[in-house]
């Protein structure tokens, strides 16, 4: 069974920065497309970026992140990261991983992911 499980959230002040982490057991996240995505209160879930399998290892991202999200991941801890700077107010939301069995190519669409975690808050203070 495969177990995904973030951490990293907490309360901060615009302008600072977090390393969320997602630590996934029971499958290499190497066989996988992982993606991030963020539910802010009362609105929608959005995808925030992702990171391909092994084949490609590309990293992509929304466009209203702008640059300022990183993905990346360590295969030997089996963890996926969401490096955030600069946050901003609007960036608070919880933020969870997400993982795509299949592999697919540059995956934005929630359905995509069959593998959940339970997510992280992130709050930004003005």
């Known amino acids: 069974q495969v177990q995904l499980v973030e951490s990293g959230g907490g309360l901060v002040q615009a302008g600072d920065s977090l390393r969320l982490s997602c630590a996934v057991a029971?499958?290499?996240?190497?066989?996988?497309?992982m993606g991030w995505f963020r539910q802010a209160p009362g609105k929608e879930r959005e995808f925030v970026g992702g990171?391909?399998?092994?084949?490609?290892?590309?990293?992509y991202y929304a466009d209203s992140v702008n640059g300022r999200f990183t993905i990346f991941r360590d295969t030997a801890k089996n963890t996926v990261y969401l490096l955030v700077n600069s946050l901003k107010p609007e960036d608070t939301a919880v933020y969870y991983c997400?993982?795509?069995?299949?592999?697919?190519?540059?995956?934005?669409?929630?359905?995509?992911?069959?593998?959940w975690g339970q997510g992280t808050r992130v709050t930004v203070s003005s």
């Open positions: 990171i391909n399998t092994w084949r490609s290892r590309s990293t």
């Open positions: 997400a993982a795509d069995e299949y592999g697919r190519d540059r995956s934005r669409y929630g359905a995509d992911y069959g593998y």
């Open positions: 029971g499958r290499s996240i190497s066989t996988y497309t």
